[in-house]
């Protein structure tokens, strides 16, 4: 499978974006998905998760409760994550993955378990 992240962009702190990720492939409803993000100078962190078929479980950072919201279109085989009062910690690199072996209604947080990761996309959040 392929995955295209796009929507990340510069905002101001408080500020909103809403980043979408569309995969290619014919099984995108049976993969759990998640959206991972990377600072400088910092590993990759997991943001937000959504379990396969119909996303009936989602996870979040702790970070992010609150303010990330991800959600699934399986009919358009994309991923969105809408981003809410942005803080300038939030700046990163995003990356959308995918888990093609996901256990029932669960939402996996370790990178490792995601075989498939798309380009990234930027977000910058000013002060």
């Known amino acids: 499978v392929q995955l295209q992240a796009s929507g990340g962009g510069l905002v101001q702190a408080g500020g909103s974006l809403r980043l979408s990720c569309a995969a290619s492939g014919r099984t995108f409803s049976s993969y759990g998905m998640g959206w991972f993000r990377q600072a400088p100078g910092k590993e990759r962190e997991f943001v937000a998760g959504?379990?396969?078929?119909?996303?009936?479980?989602?996870s979040y950072a702790d970070s992010v409760k609150g303010r990330f919201t991800i959600s699934r279109d399986n009919a358009k085989s994309t991923v969105s994550l809408q981003m809410n009062s942005l803080r300038p910690e939030d700046t990163a690199v995003y990356y959308c993955?995918?888990?093609?072996?996901?256990?029932?209604?669960?939402?996996?947080?370790?990178?490792?378990?995601?075989?498939?990761w798309g380009q990234g996309t930027q977000v910058t959040v000013s002060s």
């Open positions: 993955a995918a888990d093609p072996r996901p256990s029932p209604g669960v939402v996996t947080t370790t990178p490792r378990r995601y075989d498939y």
């Open positions: 959504i379990s396969s078929w119909r996303g009936g479980s989602t």
